[in-house]
């Protein structure tokens, strides 16, 4: 009997993400210094790091709002309090259960009502996503645009700005995806595949759907920024807010990547990267990142405890209309 769809496979092939992340965090850690790394920590300001935390929970208020924007042009109305319980458990299953199922399918599973089709609640899922990162992409043109007007060429401006016009372009091009996808081999002969990027460009087509989702993503990726000023501020460091912007930017398209697990490793790396133009060294950089990381697992967490405590199924009044 095969056990190709046992938890164990699936385990064992991201182990080599695992190893290849914990090298490289290893040796960013050893490279940087463990003393200073250790008096880094030392001197870091607790309220920053509270106020960092609440950013993130506004974060997952807002996310809430813009996913309901897109369920609801789909025709599949949910409560907001709903939404907002499957995100915090979406960053639960997305940190600490990253095997294949992750958090974007675990909400788009646990959003659909019985009976209901599949590809609305996939597509308002990647819709919530390509918002925000068209929102980032959108503050990251702004902010290269005006760091390069001051003279600022630096890798972490050059960078933004290319993946920021990268992605804004390809996200210009989704609804051409079904008809493009009908000469793609297999994926063009599934009904359900072509229902969800149908549906998907229903919600990028609607105007004031569209409009309310890139919004939304702006003011989620303002608290991303506020999120890492705060890092610095506990840090005591200080980067000019458009270039922050900018790593931000970088930082995050790195991040997604499958090479390591949530990033290990990449996204101090990439701080190391684009911090060392503003004179945050080596050590600083490393201790960002692992700030960074601290902080989300702790608020998944936060989302493993809503879901032992509230579960994921649907409150009475979602499940009567089913």
């Not at 003011?219 to 506990?234: C, D, I, K, N, S």
């Not at 060392?276 to 608020?299: D, Q």
Request: charged content about 10%.
């Amino acid at each position: 009997m095969s056990n190709a769809g046992s938890p164990v496979p699936r385990i064992l092939r991201l182990l080599p993400r695992i190893a290849i992340g914990g090298a490289l965090l290893g040796l960013l850690i050893a490279r940087s210094g463990v003393d200073e790394l250790r008096r880094t920590f030392a001197s870091v300001a607790p309220e920053p790091l509270v106020g960092a935390f609440v950013l993130i929970v506004i974060g997952v208020a807002v996310s809430a709002i813009r996913w309901s924007a897109f369920l609801d042009a789909l025709g599949a109305h949910r409560t907001y309090l709903y939404l907002t319980r499957l995100y915090w458990i979406g960053l639960f299953f997305n940190s600490f259960l990253p095997t294949g199922i992750g958090g974007d399918v675990f909400k788009a599973i646990r959003v659909r009502r019985t009976h209901e089709p599949m590809s609305p609640a996939f597509a308002s899922v990647l819709l919530d996503r390509i918002s925000g990162l068209v929102g980032l992409a959108a503050m990251g043109c702004v902010a290269a645009v005006d760091r390069i007007a001051v003279g600022d060429r630096s890798r972490a401006v050059v960078a933004a700005l290319g993946l920021s016009v990268a992605v804004i372009i390809g996200c210009a091009l989704l609804p051409l995806t079904p008809k493009v996808v009908r000469f793609v081999p297999w994926v063009g002969r599934v009904g359900a595949a072509h229902r969800a990027l149908d549906a998907i460009r229903i919600g990028i087509r609607t105007p004031a759907v569209a409009g309310r989702g890139f919004a939304w993503g702006v003011v989620y990726q303002a608290t991303v920024v506020a999120f890492h000023f705060a890092l610095l501020e506990g840090l005591h460091l200080h980067v000019p807010l458009a270039a922050l912007v900018c790593v931000v930017v970088v930082v995050t398209f790195a991040s997604l990547l499958p090479i390591t697990i949530n990033g290990l490793g990449v996204r101090e790396g990439i701080f190391i990267w684009t911090l060392a133009h503003y004179g945050i060294s080596a050590h600083e950089s490393v201790a960002m990142g692992l700030l960074v990381l601290g902080l989300l697992l702790a608020a998944s967490a936060v989302g493993g405890i809503v879901y032992l405590v509230l579960g994921a199924d649907a409150p009475p009044v979602e499940s009567a209309n089913a």
